[in-house]
């Protein structure tokens, strides 16, 4: 049964600390989104690869997020220096293309103090 | 730019009552439109996906929805509830060349 897997899935850090979220797509998926889930915003993208590479990251704030896919089994999600405001589920998703249904992982619960 | 609306961001039913959850879109051209669940600290998962077709879309779990585009609208229902139901549902639309919009999300309660 093939899942979208993510790592950590609680993470607890303090404020200006580095934070790196794991996403590993299901395998033959050539497209993979960062979603940010608030109970005041509901559900953002942050971005969205494909075939690796980063074709909008528009809804990401560019100076503390940084997003990439070292390769096609791994994405990971950066936040540095981490804030607050940052408090969120992360949720990674994949898919075969952008307008096909995703395929969502568990999610990473974090929790800036 | 497109976008999705849920009428009303709880909604309460009585197990064995219709669900009736409601969806509607903005957009230009008849979007692909879709139905996710998330049950507590859980991910979303699919339910159903309109693409083109028949307009009466079956999904699992017993929930359908139905393409109207007069109404431009893709109310998820099921005739009856069960408790497992009680989850959050979001209601997406997908434009070709633009990215997936969720909707705000609707929470259903199901009352014993």
């Known amino acids: 049964d093939a899942r979208v897997t993510q790592t950590p899935r609680h993470k607890v850090t303090e404020m200006g600390q580095e934070v790196t979220m794991r996403c590993q797509p299901i395998l033959g998926h050539n497209t993979v989104f960062w979603y940010r889930q608030t109970m005041m915003q509901g559900l953002e993208l942050l971005a969205y690869?494909?075939?690796?590479?980063?074709?909008?990251d528009s809804g990401m704030p560019k100076d503390r997020f940084s997003a990439e896919m070292p390769d096609a089994t791994l994405a990971t999600l950066k936040i540095q220096p981490s804030e607050p405001r940052d408090s969120a589920v992360y949720f990674c998703?994949?898919?075969?293309?952008?307008?096909?249904?995703?395929?969502f992982g568990p999610g990473t619960r974090l929790t800036v103090t | 730019a497109q976008s999705v609306t849920q009428l009303g961001s709880h909604v309460s039913v009585s197990e064995g009552a219709l669900v009736l959850l409601r969806c509607n879109y903005s957009s230009s051209v008849p979007p692909y439109l879709f139905w996710y669940v998330q049950y507590p600290n859980q991910g979303l998962q699919l339910l159903l996906k309109?693409?083109?077709?028949?307009?009466l879309v079956k999904g699992i779990n017993g929930f359908e929805a139905e393409f109207k585009k007069s109404e431009t609208s893709f109310h998820l229902t099921k005739p009856s509830a069960h408790m497992s139901d009680a989850a959050e549902y979001f209601c997406?639309?997908?434009?070709?060349?633009?990215?997936?919009?969720f909707g705000p999300g609707t929470r259903l309660s199901v009352l014993p």
């Open positions: 690869f494909r075939n690796r590479a980063p074709l909008d």
């Open positions: 998703a994949s898919g075969l293309s952008r307008g096909r249904e995703q395929y």
């Open positions: 309109y693409t083109t077709g028949a307009t």
């Open positions: 997406a639309v997908y434009n070709y060349g633009q990215n997936f919009v």
